[in-house]
């Protein structure tokens, strides 16, 4: 099928928030896709959160451990699978449910190879920042580093044959590679886009990992709830349009900018030297 969508969602140890995520695409508008949900070195409780789903459109892997992030797992199912579009989403992130809709349809319509969508992050402890500052800056800096930076795998749906023109995952890296394959894409000859429409809810891992409370709910399951109300999707995505900030939000995107710099900043530069000294698998991956 020329539309179909092969979508890569790998998994540790969060059998917390897993299932919201799968759930998020399972009730996708768009119906022609498989989900490959790969367990990288992932716990017993994880996969039995994953086995409860009864849908044949969900694939499930269990590897060993990967080194950082399991990139090279992601690039062998890639190698195993066919569908000329790819998306990805987080076990601990969640899809509005028009997430594959838009993007195929920019895809098509406007003739990208790859098209990365605006998130929203959900602050600790249940705050949503339709207005974080990475995605509501203007200028240079903003658009040409911090919007990039903070373009997670997420946000992106991209056509499998971006593979043979600027390679897969670099499996090298520890960390950041969503990063480094989006901004690859990116500068590249591949044609690609960014569209200031909301389409994913993000939960920052270096934020609420440690905030998870096992003995009671987490998070994801209001907002998933919320993302099946159209008027609250709507009130969303026009707080997250609207120009207008108060004095009070820009204060607070400043000092959310400097305590990104603070905290990523070591393992910014850890990444950028990784970046100068590995390259990403040409070709097809080796399974």
């Known amino acids: 099928m020329s539309d179909a969508v092969d979508i890569i969602l790998p998994t540790f140890k969060r059998p917390h928030t897993v299932g919201y995520a799968i759930e998020s695409v399972l009730r996708q508008t768009y119906k022609h896709f498989t989900l490959h949900v790969i367990g990288d070195g992932c716990d017993d409780a994880t996969e039995q959160q994953v086995r409860r789903f009864d849908d044949e459109r969900l694939r499930f892997y269990r590897f060993s451990k990967g080194r950082g992030f399991g990139y090279a797992h992601r690039n062998q199912v890639l190698a195993e699978t066919n569908a000329p579009i790819i998306a990805y989403c987080n076990d601990d992130d969640l899809w509005f449910t028009d997430h594959l809709e838009s993007a195929v349809a920019a895809l098509q319509n406007r003739r990208l190879s790859l098209v990365a969508m605006r998130s929203c992050p959900v602050q600790v402890p249940d705050t949503l920042d339709p207005y974080f500052f990475a995605f509501d800056w203007r200028g240079p800096f903003a658009q040409r580093f911090l919007r990039n930076w903070f373009m997670g795998s ?18 090298q890296l520890v960390r950041f590679g969503d990063r480094e394959f989006y901004n690859r894409v990116r ?21 609420w990992d440690r905030h998870y409370d096992l003995s009671r709910e987490a998070p994801q399951a209001k907002y998933l709830a919320l993302l099946e109300d159209p008027r609250w999707v709507a009130s969303l995505r026009m707080r ?23 905290r990523s900043g070591p393992k910014f530069l850890r990444f950028w030297y990784q970046r100068l000294t590995t390259r990403p698998q040409e070709g097809t991956p080796i399974a």
């Not at 946000?155 to 499996?171: L, P």
């Not at 590249?188 to 270096?206: G, K, M």
């Not at 609207?242 to 607070?252: G, K, L, P």
């Open 240 to 262: 997250s349009g609207d120009r207008h900030r108060s004095w009070e939000i820009r204060q607070r995107q400043w000092r959310d900018f400097l305590l990104f710099g603070l």
């Open 187 to 207: 500068t590249s000859e591949q044609p690609s886009a960014y569209i200031d429409h909301l389409t994913v809810l993000r939960f920052y891992a270096l934020h």
């Open 154 to 171: 997420v946000n992106c749906v991209h056509r499998r044959d971006v593979f043979a023109a600027v390679g897969y995952w670099n499996d």
